[in-house]
């Protein structure tokens, strides 16, 4: 029997009760199509911090690269000053590990209600590729003259050849497998002209590889904009870190909200970790109440990573099949609750 040494990183707040519903749910989907998963307690985050001063020893970081994969919950604690845990645990790791792709799936399934008016499923359906290693996420910065009027503080950007040579390659490979072969370059040429100034040339390099892909590009205010007026128009988009991170919210809220999107910092020549894009939700901690969907789809998402294809697919079918009898996908308006909802999953796919 195939097996997978997984990583549970249940983390912070809501993490561990949704990630136990994704481990129920991949469980399952393992009994009926015969492999196993050994899930590994990955002990990090807000309480450990907090008891030791640690965010990510070196033992652990070493641990992780033995794995097939890492499961994560959430990080983030209302004790602890905001950035700590952020910087020190889940960029480190995304760092340490080179998960240089941040793959978010913008996907509304039927039944989920959407806020954009008059679009359906049939209209949003594309994947976010975002840069996740380089960026302002990596830069150097500093400030001059700190807490006078005459401050100057400095946040560089930075984008090696490298490392937008392949994540958009990684993008164009996507949008080859796709149906449609749409790939977005999602930017800002016309300012940032020395970092999107490398991007789109190796754009357009990389475009002679893959003539069955329609070139696309977008400034990252205008990409704001179609993605609330014409999501239709895209099918992959791929962009740099910063404007991942926050074109991937806006993307999440028109797919149902944090209660359902899912993403994955995918090294595909290593380790990658997949998580429910969405915080740690102190406030509705232990009360049944977060909805465990984006967790479930983060480990479809690990499932088809780890070429479970069929499983990833019976996941994503099951969670089809639920949508239509919750009540909502907001936390605390499912109408059941988190246990119900990951027994309910589980049970459609054994
Ligand atoms: C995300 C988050 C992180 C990011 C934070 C928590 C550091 O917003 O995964 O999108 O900015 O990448
Ligand atoms: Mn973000």
Request: charge should be negative; charged fraction near 20%; glycine fraction near 12%.
């Amino acid at each position: 029997m195939r097996s997978y040494n997984i990583g549970w990183f249940p983390g912070d707040g809501i993490g561990p009760e949704v990630t136990m519903q994704g481990r129920k749910v991949l469980d399952a989907a393992g009994a009926r199509f015969g492999f196993k998963i050994n899930w590994n307690h990955i002990d990090l985050g807000g309480e450990r911090y907090l008891k030791t001063g640690e965010t990510v020893p070196d033992s652990v970081l070493e641990e992780m690269r033995g794995l097939d994969s890492i499961y994560l919950g959430a990080i983030g604690h209302p004790d602890v000053k905001p950035g700590i845990l952020e910087q020190g645990i889940l960029l480190k790791i995304r760092f340490a590990l080179d998960q240089y792709i941040n793959l978010r799936p913008v996907k509304l399934y039927p039944g989920v209600e959407c806020p954009l008016k008059d679009k359906g499923p049939e209209q949003i359906d594309y994947v976010v590729v975002r840069e996740n290693t380089e960026g302002l996420y990596a830069g150097s910065g500093g400030c001059l003259r700190k807490g006078t009027v005459h401050e100057i503080a400095v946040q560089e950007s930075v984008n090696t050849y490298m490392g937008v040579e392949r994540c958009l390659r990684y993008a164009f490979e996507l949008a080859a497998a796709r149906p449609r072969k749409k790939l977005t370059l999602c930017g800002k040429t016309n300012v940032l002209t020395f970092a999107f100034g490398l991007w789109d040339r190796v754009f357009h390099e990389l475009a002679k590889d893959y003539p069955q892909v329609e070139l696309d590009y977008a400034h990252v205010d205008a990409t704001c904009m179609w993605m609330v007026k014409n999501p239709e128009w895209f099918d992959v988009i791929v962009t740099d870190n910063m404007f991942g991170d926050i074109i991937t919210d806006l993307g999440a809220i028109t797919q149902g909200g944090l209660g359902i999107a899912a993403g994955g910092n995918i090294n595909p020549e290593g380790v990658s970790m997949f998580e429910p894009i969405g915080g740690s939700a102190p406030k509705y901690t232990g009360q049944g109440k977060a909805n465990p969907l984006a967790a479930i789809l983060a480990g479809q998402m690990m499932l088809t990573e780890l070429k479970e294809d069929a499983a990833a697919q019976a996941v994503e079918q099951a969670v089809i099949g639920i949508l239509p009898t919750m009540a909502g996908q907001g936390a605390g308006r499912m109408g059941m609750t988190t246990d119900e909802v990951g027994d309910r999953v589980a049970e459609a796919i054994a």
